[in-house]
């Protein structure tokens, strides 16, 4: 069965420090994976999207930045967070969303102080 | 353009109370449409989809979902609420395009009175 992991669960970070938020799918192969942020009162905002290895679609410009590495692995960095950055990020894949719709990860706090 | 407009932000029902949260959908080709639950602190989780069968779509934990086109609403209901239910809900629609990637509603927070 296919599963998802999503580390740290929660992170407390000062402002300017880098950022690392990675996201893993197991058994499955080539999936869009998706980050979103769910900040206060905002719902849910796609940050990034990828279709394959090195493919990245980025949503929303900002700080941040995404990386695919490997087919099932997603990571989203900073090199210097903000305040604004702090929220709730989630992972999410899919293999045919219109049809399955996402699975999502079980998230990451993150508090930039 | 695909988008969802999920009406009210808040819901609060008692106990044992009927549950409606309304989902509206603009799309230009037939939809896809979803309904997510998320816990406190936790990820999305999927509850119902549609995708052109039966249009009234049977879900996980008693809740259900009525497509109707000509009112181009997708709304979830529950015919008697648990305190367990109390989360946020977001309603979803494919964007039609050759990813299908969902346009997700801003969500309805529910809250469950004794």
């Known amino acids: 069965s296919q599963t998802i992991h999503q580390w740290p669960a929660t992170l407390v970070q000062p402002v300017g420090s880098p950022l690392s938020l990675e996201c893993t799918v197991e058994?499955?192969?080539?999936?869009?994976l998706y980050w979103y942020r769910q900040a206060a009162g905002r719902g849910l905002q796609l940050l990034f999207y990828s279709v394959g290895i090195g493919q990245i679609s980025s949503e929303v410009p900002q700080n941040l930045s995404a990386s695919r590495p490997q087919d099932r692995q997603f990571i989203l960095s900073s090199k210097k967070l903000l305040l604004s950055d702090s929220g709730f990020y989630l992972c999410a894949w899919s293999v045919q969303p219109a049809v399955y719709g996402y699975t999502f990860g079980s998230g990451t706090r993150l508090t930039v102080v | 353009a695909q988008s969802v407009t999920q009406l009210g932000s808040h819901v609060s029902v008692s106990e044992g109370a009927l549950v409606l949260l309304r989902c509206n959908y603009s799309s230009s080709v037939p939809p896809y449409l979803f309904w997510y639950v998320q816990y406190p602190n936790q990820g999305l989780q999927l509850l119902l989809k549609?995708?052109?069968?039966?249009?009234l779509v049977k879900g996980i934990n008693g809740f259900e979902a009525e497509f109707k086109k000509s009112e181009t609403s997708f709304h979830l209901t529950k015919p008697s609420a648990h305190m367990s239910d109390a989360a946020e809900y977001f309603c979803?629609?494919?964007?039609?395009?050759?990813?299908?990637?969902?346009?997700f509603g801003k969500g309805t927070k529910l809250s469950v009175k004794p």
């Open positions: 549609y995708t052109s069968a039966a249009t």
């Open positions: 058994g499955t192969s080539n999936p869009n």
């Open positions: 979803a629609v494919s964007d039609g395009g050759s990813q299908g990637n969902l346009i």
